[in-house]
């Protein structure tokens, strides 16, 4: 579980550099961003939160474990490719920090649950 974790953490950096052409940067245009994209590239984020913190400390088996922490992962991962796709280049600002709050949602799933010995507070 730590390989599958650690390289999907490794694959949004990828996507940005190779997608988005490096880390954006400069200042966003004067117009704010529409709300819906904002909705669209955090609630992906609040689903793979609740699956982490509510789900996964339920799941006793690894094979339920994996499959959950590939769909937590996988919707921790799709705001970054919002933000590409719909946001653009006129919010680089707005990229980066899409970008900053995807990393830290991946490093959630980093799958310690999944360690010999550790133990789940009940």
Do not use: H
């Not at 982490?52 to 937590?72: D, F, H, N, T």
């Not at 995807?102 to 009940?122: H, K, N, R």
Request: some cysteine; overall charge neutral.
């Amino acid at each position: 579980m730590w390989i599958l974790w650690f390289a999907m953490l490794q694959g949004v950096f990828i996507i940005q550099w190779v997608l988005g052409k490096g880390i954006p940067g400069g200042d966003n245009i004067e117009a704010p961003m529409a709300a819906w994209l904002w909705v669209l590239c955090f609630a992906p984020i609040l689903v793979a939160t609740g699956i982490r913190w509510g789900v996964i400390p339920k799941l006793k088996l690894p094979q339920q474990q994996i499959v959950a922490m590939i769909v937590g992962l996988s919707l921790s991962e799709a705001p970054v490719f919002f933000s590409l796709f719909l946001v653009g280049p006129d919010y680089p600002q707005n990229q980066l920090a899409v970008l900053m709050v995807a990393v830290v949602s991946l490093i959630q799933f980093a799958p310690s649950y999944a360690t010999p010995g550790y133990q789940q507070e009940m």
